[in-house]
């Protein structure tokens, strides 16, 4: 069973970064995806981003040139570093994993941008 735990959520303000983690029980070298999504309050939790293999990326067009996602194997860690962050932005954040049909999600992480 793999276990997903995120980290780095918090209070930033208008315009700041943050980065967020999350490091998988087991190897991730297996996993077809790993990912971020979100879900704000009274919404529909939404994908902001996605990579594919390892490699392919994807990205909500909300955060494109804003977010990067990037992941190292070694440490079965992928991250989401998020720079000019808007009040929109505020969600709990979750992070995502796709081992073959299998799908994996974490606790979540509150990102709260307010001045």
């Known amino acids: 069973q793999v276990q997903l735990v995120e980290s780095g959520g918090g209070l930033v303000q208008p315009g700041g970064s943050l980065r967020l983690s999350c490091v998988a029980s087991?190897?991730?070298?297996?996993?077809?995806?790993m990912g971020w999504f979100r879900q704000a309050p009274g919404k529909q939790r939404e994908l902001v981003a996605h990579i594919i293999s390892g490699r392919s990326t994807n990205y909500a067009d909300s955060v494109k040139g804003r977010f990067t996602i990037s992941r190292d194997n070694a440490k079965n860690t992928a991250y989401l570093q998020m720079n000019s962050l808007k009040p929109d932005d505020t969600a709990v954040y979750y992070c995502?994993?796709?081992?073959?049909?299998?799908?994996?999600w974490g606790q979540g992480t509150q990102v709260t941008v307010s001045s």
């Open positions: 087991g190897s991730i070298f297996s996993f077809n995806a």
């Open positions: 995502h994993a796709m081992q073959g049909l299998m799908n994996y």
